[in-house]
């Protein structure tokens, strides 16, 4: 099986993060790691791969630095070609991972035919998962979060995916986008011997100038400017005690219902 | 630490920190240590990273990293265990040892086996031929195109796990200049490994006897010149040496942080006991020692990468520190006082596991004689 493994450099705190006066939270940061899920991720590729002569190819969107350094990781890890992929679109000030999510869409598009498209189900310093949802939704491709388990069974994929009321078991006929958990798997280490190798392999890159994966409406209306940033408050907290004596429990209970929907809690 | 690390050699002692902290657990550690044996799968991780051959050049199928860079991984994996490391140094020592005076192809073919995660030893030592080393009886006799060779071997690090061997073989009744080193691959027959040494340290290392019977081996696996053998052992053992002392600074290190770490817990009259003097100097002591030794061993093995043999240097380098980390062990054994010879206890094994490291690879007391020799070279002018 081929495969496109979406990956993302991200900046780790190494202290624990405050509130500064602005709202804004700070902590002291080391460069840029690869994504912890990412390599959940790239290792369902490799076992995909190993043994079939398929291929694992690894793409990152992102500051230049963090994306090489997720690269070379991911190269170091066994996937046999890294693409940076660039791009002018996103609007700066957009902070939309929908409209990353069609970027990256643009890109595999580009990058040719692959069996399955993963991503780690979430990003540790943006945790929010959308991205791979909006990479399917603009490929029209079958889209799983969450998988924690996957086998090849000819040409279908059998997964266990995570929702809230427990596991949802099925198949799906690849091409197909699959998020996965860090349950999916233990990544492998890598070699050092591959560690060297990575540290001077080519990078390839693809460039996505223009949107055809979606309509141009939708996608400028995706890529329309967000808030820079956004303010954190330590919402102030008010205490007050108050006892109503009433006759019976059910009294009482009508009685604070009516305060908590006056209160606008309820 | 006193080293300058660069990025690259902080994140490979990253990886191989994540790897034995997977691999090398305590619990892990003193159960092999219990047993004295460690199970040859728990080396499938390290032959998977490419341990084995981490200062091999790619073009052999290592990872080409300079003896430098090496030895601060070995270190590292030392601190967890030193019998696991010196596995896999004996195993990328007997390739060296290839290397420094085989062919191409030899070093290929050597490479070829080790490579998917197979084990080399060394087969130097005899019953009557330890420090002595020219004294080696085991013989290699030509027939035709081959090689049979006949005898026993003693202490042999690999000896039962061994795929591949690098033999030192007696050609010629020549004394030392009748030595001639091969390539012996297991898969010829007539070798039988003995007993597991039942030793005091270094529990997670294969050490036994290795008997050669009839071993028929093609005069192509011959390294170098026929009598040439002692010479291929010697250059070989330099590189060696400093890679013990590297696994003994590894040694060293551990004691130091189990010690401060104790020293801060453990509490006295009402005081941790690190604030008092006595105390203080040892653990003082101890990290001197222990940054000096780290310090020697990097010039030592920069040397290495410069192309010098370091026959002064090496065993210099071996001497100090197999004799430091003896001091630095039994204080650490010291300062956890009563605990310290309790096996619930990490430091005792420290003691059992350093002591080999004055023996092997040459005693301190033939490394004094070797530097004193070299000094009278040097000063002969």
């Known amino acids: ?266 | 630490m006193a080293l300058l690390y660069t990025d690259e050699q902080k994140d490979f002692l990253k990886m191989v920190k994540e790897f034995a902290d997977e691999t090398l657990t305590p619990e892990v550690v003193k159960e092999c240590d219990e047993k004295g044996e460690c199970p040859e799968e728990l080396f499938k991780p390290a032959f998977d990273m490419g341990l084995h051959m981490l200062e091999i050049p790619e073009k052999f199928g290592g990872a080409g990293l300079s003896y430098a860079t090496t030895a601060m991984i070995f270190e590292k994996l030392a601190s967890y265990d030193p019998g696991y490391a010196i596995t896999l140094v004996s195993t990328f020592v007997a390739l060296r040892s290839v290397m420094i005076a085989g062919t191409d192809e030899q070093v290929q073919h050597f490479a070829d086996i080790i490579a998917p995660g197979k084990f080399a030893a060394f087969a130097l030592s005899e019953s009557n031929a330890g420090t002595d080393a020219g004294s080696v009886q085991a013989t290699a006799t030509r027939e035709g195109d081959d090689y049979i060779l006949n005898g026993d071997k003693t202490f042999i690090t690999n000896g039962s796990l061994a795929d591949v061997f690098v033999g030192i073989f007696r050609t010629s009744d020549d004394g030392n200049k009748g030595l001639s080193a091969f390539i012996v691959e297991k898969s010829r027959g007539g070798i039988a490994a003995g007993k597991h040494e039942d030793k005091m340290g270094l529990r997670l290392s294969n050490t036994t006897d290795v008997t050669f019977d009839h071993v028929k081996v093609p005069a192509a696996n011959r390294i170098g010149d026929e009598g040439h053998g002692l010479k291929v052992a010697l250059n070989s053992l330099n590189l060696s040496r400093a890679f013990v002392a590297t696994l003994a600074v590894g040694i060293m290190q551990r004691a130091l942080d189990e010690s401060v770490k104790y020293a801060k817990l453990r509490k006295q009259f009402n005081r941790p006991i690190i604030k008092f003097e006595a105390v203080q100097e040892m653990l003082a002591d101890m990290a001197t020692q222990t940054e000096a030794s780290r310090l020697m061993v990097n010039n030592t093995m920069k040397m290495m990468d410069e192309g010098s043999l370091v026959r002064k240097e090496g065993a210099m380098t071996k001497t100090f520190v197999t004799d430091a980390v003896q001091k630095a062990t039994s204080d650490a054994v010291q300062i956890f006082g009563g605990y310290g010879v309790s096996k619930d206890y990490p430091v005792e094994k420290l003691m059992r596991d350093c002591k080999v490291f004055q023996i092997f690879e040459g005693t301190n007391q033939i490394q004094r004689v070797t530097i004193a020799n070299e000094l009278n070279r040097e000063y002969s002018d």
């Open chain 1, 1 to 266: 099986m081929n495969s496109l493994v979406f990956i993302k450099g991200v900046i780790v705190p190494t202290t624990k993060p405050e509130l500064d006066d602005q709202g804004q939270l700070t902590a002291e940061t080391s460069g840029a790691i690869l994504n912890p899920a990412d390599k959940n991720a790239i290792e369902a590729a490799l076992q995909l791969a190993d043994g079939q002569n398929g291929t694992v190819t690894v793409a990152s969107y992102g500051s230049a630095d963090a994306t090489e350094k997720a690269l070379r990781a991911a190269l170091a890890l066994g996937a046999t070609k890294a693409v940076t992929v660039n791009s002018d679109l996103l609007k700066a000030g957009a902070d939309n991972n929908s409209a990353v999510g069609v970027i990256l869409a643009e890109a595999a598009k580009k990058l040719g035919d692959f069996d399955v498209i993963f991503t780690g189900d979430q990003a540790l310093d943006m945790p929010q998962g959308y991205v791979s949802a909006s990479i399917a939704n603009s490929l029209g491709l079958p889209y799983f979060d969450d998988v924690n388990a996957l086998n090849v069974d000819g040409d279908q994929l059998s997964y266990v995916t995570l929702w809230e009321k427990g596991e949802l078991t099925g198949k799906v006929q690849t091409p197909a986008v699959i998020s996965v958990t860090e349950d999916i798997n233990k990544p492998r280490l890598p070699s050092f011997k591959t560690k060297m190798v990575a540290k001077r392999a080519e990078i390839e890159a693809v460039t996505v100038d223009s949107i055809t994966v979606i309509d141009q409406a939708v996608w400028d209306q995706l890529n329309s400017e967000a808030p820079t940033s956004r303010l954190a408050f330590i919402p102030e907290q008010k205490k007050q005690a108050v006892i109503y004596k009433l006759a019976d429990d059910d009294q009482a209970v009508n009685k604070l219902v009516d305060q908590l929907q006056t209160q606008g809690i309820l």
